[in-house]
């Protein structure tokens, strides 16, 4: 079976309004880039995907995933679960039946190990393999097959909503846990947790060129 990776990006000059109280809207912008670019080396580094897609409006985006390699599916809609049924039902055009592991591109501490280790848990047609965010409550990767009746419902409380769809439709859903791939950056609180995880070097050079120091202690764990 092929099995491809698709990666949501919003515009990087909307992203990661939750960090507002601390960050400039440059700012955010910047770590919104750091941490597309570090998901992306990673994802660009699993032995077992086929092929990478990222599905974007941002111009720079999609540049940015052309030079490293990956497909770019415009992204017409105005919402994340649009958009990635938006790219699944592109690339299943284009490809026929395809796995698809949906990676979001704020994970700047997953490694390519990750992916692997997830793309080896999935063994029956008719599983779903999902990691949850560090709280439990959001997914950080979903894979699924060519199912195209599984309806991608990311945002608040959606590892359980995820598993219970999996669960009325007659699929198994395997949970994977990985702290790499349960850090990503939304709130402030989520700061430490990614600097302890060692972030990407795009995040990592974003991150000490704010100086947040002033604000978080972001000491290396030794
Ligand atoms: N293509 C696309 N990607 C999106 C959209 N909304 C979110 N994403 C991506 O989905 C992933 C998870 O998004 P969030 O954690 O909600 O990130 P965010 O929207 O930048 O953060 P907040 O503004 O704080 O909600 C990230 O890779 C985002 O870039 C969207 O409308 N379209
Ligand atoms: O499940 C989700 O929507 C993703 O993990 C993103 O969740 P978030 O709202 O915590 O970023």
């Given at each position: 079976?092929?099995?491809?990776?698709?990666?949501?990006?919003?515009?990087?000059?909307?992203?990661?309004?939750?960090?507002?109280?601390?960050?400039?809207?440059?700012?955010?912008?910047?770590?919104?880039?750091?941490?597309?670019?570090?998901?992306?080396?990673?994802?660009?580094?699993?032995?077992?995907?086929?092929?990478?897609?990222?599905?974007?409006?941002?111009?720079?985006?999609?540049?940015?995933?052309?030079?490293?390699?990956?497909?770019?599916?415009?992204?017409?809609?105005?919402?994340?679960?649009?958009?990635?049924?938006?790219?699944?039902?592109?690339?299943?055009?284009?490809?026929?039946?395809?796995?698809?592991?949906i990676?979001?591109?704020?994970?700047?501490?997953?490694?390519?190990?990750?992916?692997?280790?997830?793309?080896?848990?999935?063994?029956?047609p008719?599983?779903?393999?999902?990691?949850?965010?560090?709280?439990?409550?959001?997914?950080?990767?979903?894979?699924?097959?060519?199912?195209?009746?599984?309806?991608?419902?990311?945002?608040?409380?959606?590892?359980?909503?995820?598993?219970?769809?999996?669960?009325?439709?007659?699929y198994?859903?395997?949970?994977?846990?990985?702290?790499?791939?349960?850090?990503?950056?939304d709130?402030?609180?989520?700061?430490?947790?990614?600097?302890?995880?060692?972030?990407?070097?795009?995040?990592?050079?974003?991150?000490?060129?704010?100086?947040?120091?002033?604000?978080?202690?972001?000491?290396?764990?030794?």
């Amino acid at each position: 079976m092929t099995i491809w990776a698709l990666i949501p990006v919003k515009v990087f000059a909307e992203a990661k309004s939750r960090l507002s109280s601390i960050l400039t809207p440059k700012q955010r912008a910047i770590l919104a880039r750091a941490m597309f670019r570090d998901t992306l080396s990673a994802t660009a580094l699993a032995e077992g995907l086929d092929g990478i897609a990222v599905v974007t409006k941002d111009p720079e985006a999609a540049e940015i995933a052309r030079l490293a390699g990956a497909c770019v599916i415009d992204d017409q809609t105005q919402d994340l679960n649009d958009a990635l049924t938006a790219g699944r039902m592109t690339l299943q055009n284009r490809l026929g039946a395809v796995d698809l592991i949906i990676i979001p591109a704020d994970l700047p501490a997953a490694r390519a190990s990750d992916i692997d280790d997830f793309i080896a848990a999935r063994r029956t047609p008719t599983q779903i393999v999902l990691s949850p965010d560090h709280e439990g409550d959001g997914t950080n990767m979903l894979l699924t097959g060519a199912m195209t009746d599984f309806p991608y419902a990311f945002g608040p409380a959606s590892y359980q909503r995820h598993i219970s769809q999996a669960k009325d439709l007659g699929y198994e859903a395997t949970s994977l846990k990985s702290v790499r791939v349960g850090a990503d950056l939304d709130n402030p609180s989520d700061l430490y947790r990614i600097w302890q995880h060692a972030p990407g070097e795009h995040t990592k050079r974003a991150l000490e060129t704010f100086c947040l120091s002033s604000h978080w202690p972001l000491k290396e764990v030794s």
